[in-house]
């Protein structure tokens, strides 16, 4: 990012904060208690007879109308729930598709709630098919009919489609706003026709071109449309080595793909290579967002939660990761357990076994990571995957023979114990040698079971070398030691 951009993002982000303190400010002058609006049974704060309340408030409008709607959102979801619907209540009727797009699905739940049916339709109806479809899940559908019931008839196909395409494929990203050609007309023709346009679709940096039976024949760059003769054909300049997708295609390949051709926009086509939609890098950056987050939330059991929901909310989205936690530890316990008179004898023993268990967790950790990273960009398949096993097992031997004999000397240098040192050197190595194995097949086996394999790694991770970390140090120990 350049120095530019660094300082535009910055200003971005001052903007945001400065405008929430107004508002926190304008909302604890007038001490607006939670559920103000609810109380009074109004659809909007009454202020009037209030001269300053009407100056403070217009003041609040004023600002949300300056704000871009991705703004709005930020804000909101700075936002305590009671003040956060008393300013939802200010925004622009007109901007509260837009808002509800950008914010988060928890802190959508929040102002959907706060909507009537009316409202909702109202504000559904005036966005884009494809955009419509990211927000159906979360409407009801008695809203989705009256809307799909509005809307006009070419809407209405492309909305259908979009509702038919499973989440995490290019189908469900894919946008409906495109211009195509035919390949026989000349630059001139089509320059005049662009121009009939209200305006281009955003990332517009190609042109389809296609038959009058819809399918794709090539894409006319806008700079070969511009600095090319007028006079040219549209065939004689449009390239027709293109990166397209089927509807179907998972959405991570798709990813991959803008970020290896460099692509701001690529055409979608059906099984007949006729095009049905585009997919632009903006929607491939929310999906990247979108993804991530719920990755990052993912590897800890955790769904989409908002911030400032109810304590009892909050605690329940807690209970999947923490009941599996639970579980692992009662094992990993009982392991213990069963050396405990190993233990009683030789008290260091549970001082050192931390230490075997950490040490694998985290180099397993590394492997999940690397292995999660290639399945992602495509780079691990049948004929390389027994290769990368042998070298991840090797890799383990070599750091368990390196690191194994540091500890293994630093549990004799404390302990005044050579054999106690040879244990915790053997430990070592066997429990990073299950840590790389654990690391390798885990995700493999899970993104087989048609699951993200960087979901649920860690947990199982972390599950074998805890419990193998204890079972073979306290197991060589009580061979060995005791």
Request: with cysteine.
């Amino acid at each position: 990012m350049s120095d530019i951009d660094q300082k535009n993002t910055r200003n971005r982000v001052d903007t945001v904060q400065k405008c929430l303190e107004d508002i926190k400010l304008i909302l604890e002058d007038h001490q607006y208690e939670s559920g103000f609006i609810r109380d009074q049974g109004i659809s909007e704060p009454d202020i009037s007879g209030d001269v300053k309340r009407v100056e403070s408030l217009s003041n609040l409008r004023d600002k949300l109308d300056e704000m871009h709607p991705a703004d709005i959102a930020a804000m909101l979801e700075q936002l305590p729930l009671d003040e956060r619907l008393i300013v939802w209540k200010f925004i622009p009727s007109e901007l509260d598709g837009d808002v509800l797009l950008e914010v988060s699905d928890a802190v959508r739940e929040t102002l959907i709630a706060d909507m009537d049916a009316q409202e909702l339709v109202a504000a559904t109806e005036q966005l884009d098919a494809d955009e419509i479809a990211d927000l159906a899940p979360n409407l009801p559908e008695e809203v989705i009919a009256d809307v799909f019931s509005s809307l006009p008839e070419e809407e209405r196909l492309q909305l259908s489609a979009a509702l038919s395409y499973p989440e995490d494929t290019v189908g469900s990203l894919m946008d409906f706003e495109m211009v195509t050609v035919r390949e026989d007309v000349t630059l001139d023709v089509v320059l005049r026709y662009l121009r009939r346009l209200e305006r281009l679709p955003s990332n517009t940096d190609k042109l389809f071109v296609v038959d009058r039976r819809e399918v794709l024949k090539g894409v006319l760059s806008v700079n070969d449309l511009i600095v090319s003769s007028p006079e040219t054909r549209v065939n004689d300049v449009m390239l027709t080595g293109i990166v397209s997708f089927y509807p179907d295609r998972d959405a991570e390949s798709a990813a991959h793909a803008f970020e290896r051709y460099d692509l701001v926009s690529a055409p979608v086509v059906d099984a007949h290579n006729r095009i049905v939609g585009r997919v632009t890098i903006t929607d491939i950056v929310d999906y990247i967002r979108e993804d991530a987050e719920q990755e990052s939330l993912g590897k800890v059991g955790l769904r989409d939660e908002d911030l400032f929901s109810s304590v009892w909310k909050s605690a329940k989205n807690r209970w999947l990761w923490l009941a599996v936690n639970l579980g692992t530890a009662f094992f990993a316990s009982r392991v213990i357990g069963m050396f405990e008179d190993s233990i009683e004898k030789l008290v260091a023993l549970a001082a050192l076994m931390p230490i075997v268990a950490a040490i694998a967790g985290n180099s397993g950790n590394q492997t999940v990571a690397l292995i999660v990273r290639a399945l992602a960009f495509e780079e691990i398949n049948k004929s390389n995957a027994k290769g990368l096993l042998r070298k991840e097992l090797a890799i383990a031997v070599v750091n368990g023979i390196l690191w194994g004999s540091v500890a293994g000397a630093f549990a004799w240098l404390l302990y005044g114990s050579i054999a106690l040192g040879l244990v915790m050197l053997g430990a070592m190595l066997l429990n990073l040698i299950v840590g790389a194995g654990v690391g390798m097949l885990v995700p493999l086996f899970l993104q087989k079971m048609g699951r993200d394999p960087a979901i649920g790694s860690s947990v199982l991770l972390t599950f074998s070398t805890d419990s193998m970390g204890f079972l073979i140090f306290l197991g060589l120990a009580t061979v060995f030691l005791v």
